[in-house]
């Protein structure tokens, strides 16, 4: 299977504790994607790359996530200091260049902060 | 900005009974549009997309229709199976950006009982 993969799938962490996740994406997808999906809601956007270089991140991301693409492939993305709201479902997409391509899914890195 | 509003779940239908999931969209421009499904323990697969006015999306007997007078693409099935059962998100993405992020509807569960 060539698919998006994600790990961990799952991690639990106590407050205050560093996280990193990495995201490997389909070998010829030049962007990727990070969405953030809380329970009982749809996913909202996080940041973009276009191969390594970070294009857009959302106000949802604070100073203290921080995502990297250092090689224009895999991507982690980093949460320092984790509070109890980031636990949510981090969700890694890519897709090749063009107008209308698909973007694929990861199963996503469910984090827990406890 | 653009948004997605879909109807409120839980759904719950009796095998082979009529489908239908509501979705409208607001966005300043022409966006893809597109239905996501989540299989419990699963990520999100693409269930179908339409990316211009009057396209109908189809695929394991789902359907929806761009409908860009009345900003919407319901997704309807004629005969649901138990295997239906998951959650279904609606989401538009505006192609005319360079990011070509996706926005998303909360999402909708679906359960069909034998």
């Known amino acids: 299977d060539t698919g998006v993969s994600q790990d961990p799938r799952h991690k639990i962490t106590k407050r205050g504790q560093n996280v990193t996740f990495r995201c490997d994406p389909i070998s010829e997808h030049n962007r990727l994607y990070w969405y953030r999906q809380t329970l009982g809601q749809g996913p909202e956007f996080l940041t973009y790359?276009?191969?390594?270089?970070?294009?857009?991140k959302s106000r949802l991301l604070s100073d203290r996530f921080s995502a990297e693409r250092p090689k224009g492939s895999f991507s982690t993305l980093e949460i320092q200091r984790t509070e109890q709201g980031d636990s949510a479902m981090y969700l890694c997409a890519s897709r090749r260049e063009g107008r209308n391509t698909e973007a694929f899914f990861g199963q996503g890195t469910r984090l827990t902060v406890v | 900005g653009d948004s997605v509003t879909q109807m409120e779940g839980p759904v719950t239908l009796s095998e082979e009974a009529f489908l239908t999931i509501n979705c409208t969209y607001t966005?300043?421009?022409?966006?893809?549009l597109f239905w996501y499904v989540q299989y419990p323990g699963e990520g999100l697969q693409l269930l179908l997309k339409a990316t211009k006015a009057d396209d109908k999306g189809s695929n394991k007997g789902f359907e929806a229709t761009y409908r860009k007078e009345t900003t919407s693409f319901h997704l309807e099935k004629g005969s649901v199976q138990v295997s239906d059962s998951a959650v279904y998100f609606c989401?538009?993405?505006?192609?005319?950006?360079?990011?070509?992020?996706?926005?998303w509807g909360l999402g909708t569960s679906l359960a069909v009982n034998p």
């Open positions: 989401a538009l993405r505006d192609d005319a950006g360079n990011n070509r992020k996706l926005i």
């Open positions: 790359f276009q191969n390594e270089a970070q294009l857009e």
């Open positions: 966005a300043t421009g022409y966006p893809s």
